[in-house]
């Protein structure tokens, strides 16, 4: 398979898969279920779509890998100040233990899907096929988080295994990316700032909910531009070759998964796509995610457009 077309399959595979993943972090019923556990609730929305409080969100993400310090969980989300995931999962910590929010989490997450598109949806046996395929051959080393969802057990609805093998997928690729753009000599600040042009949004936009501080984006785009990667109007020509050779380093890891699922893809494309369209229309996920984005990236030729977890 050429770079092109595995670039195309994996970030097509990332953005039909996000709304029916990525709807855990909004979903009424994980809020409901976390506020029964001590968290506060969603105090937030953007165009109907309910917004995760912190802590809860920190602590019932990163409770896939146990019940670990904030530290690790900062390392692993990768792209979050540190200074704001520590004390939200100290905090987490001293409400509830891992088990028991990582399967809120879980119910939550199912519930919505289940309230959304119904507890069989056409074509869910065989979606779970091919993900099972997908997910097969992906080996845990070096992606914490996809190691955690590795570590759980399998949901016993059809729904619930859709779930679970799609957030492992989302989760694999998250972790693919940081190991990319960390090898890319890149820091958390900076990859935040690299993708938002990358996506044609404006610089500290998205990334400021990963809490960083007026100062350390000021010093991050003073070392980009020192480094010659950006300049005062956007990209240099250095500077988009870098984040694209970033996309694509996440792209040929997913290699594994998607020649798994083989020829099938189309077909596995053609019926969650519509699911996630559902999602959305019911206020499940944002009406566009960073995996929309990404996919939308590879396809712009403008200088501006051209990532977990």
């Known amino acids: ?3 092109a077309t595995l670039s195309a399959l994996a970030r097509k595979l990332g953005s039909v898969l996000e709304p029916l993943t990525g709807q855990v972090y909004f979903s009424p019923e994980c809020h409901a279920n976390y506020v029964a556990l001590g968290f506060d609730p969603s105090a937030a929305q953007a165009n109907g779509v309910a917004l995760p409080d912190g802590p809860a969100y920190f602590t019932s993400r990163g409770s896939v890998m146990g019940q ?6 900062a390392a692993a989300f990768a792209v979050f100040n540190p200074e704001a995931v520590i004390p939200s999962v100290t905090l987490g910590w001293t409400r509830i233990d891992a088990a028991t929010i990582c399967a809120a989490r879980d119910a939550g997450a199912i519930a919505q899907l289940v309230r959304l598109l119904g507890e069989a949806p056409a074509g869910i046996e065989r979606v779970n096929e091919l993900l099972g395929k997908a997910v097969a051959p992906l080996r845990p080393e070096g992606r914490p ?3 955690g969802l590795r570590s759980l057990p399998m949901p016993d609805s059809a729904v619930g ?7 492992m997928l989302r989760e694999y690729r998250g972790d693919s990316h940081t190991a990319a753009w960390i090898s890319a000599g890149v820091n958390a600040t900076e990859i935040g700032l690299l993708s938002e042009m990358y996506w044609g949004l404006p610089m500290r936009s998205y990334s400021r909910t990963r809490a960083w501080s007026n100062a350390q984006f000021d010093a991050s785009v003073e070392s980009l531009k020192s480094r010659g990667l950006v300049a005062d109007d956007g990209f240099t020509p250095a500077g988009r070759a870098l984040r694209e050779s970033i996309e694509t380093a996440t792209d040929a890891q997913m290699l594994g998964a998607i020649s798994a699922i083989g020829d099938d893809i189309e077909e596995l494309f053609s019926i969650v796509e519509p699911w996630g369209a559902t999602v959305r229309a019911g206020f499940g996920y944002l009406s566009s995610g960073p995996h929309d984005l990404a996919d939308q990236a590879s396809r712009l030729s403008s200088p501006r457009a051209t990532e977990s977890a």
Do not use: H, T
């Open 145 to 147: 988080l996809y190691a």
């Open 1 to 3: 398979m050429d770079s």
């Open 161 to 167: 295994a859709m779930w679970r093998m799609g957030d």
């Open 68 to 73: 670990v310090p904030g530290e690790v969980v």
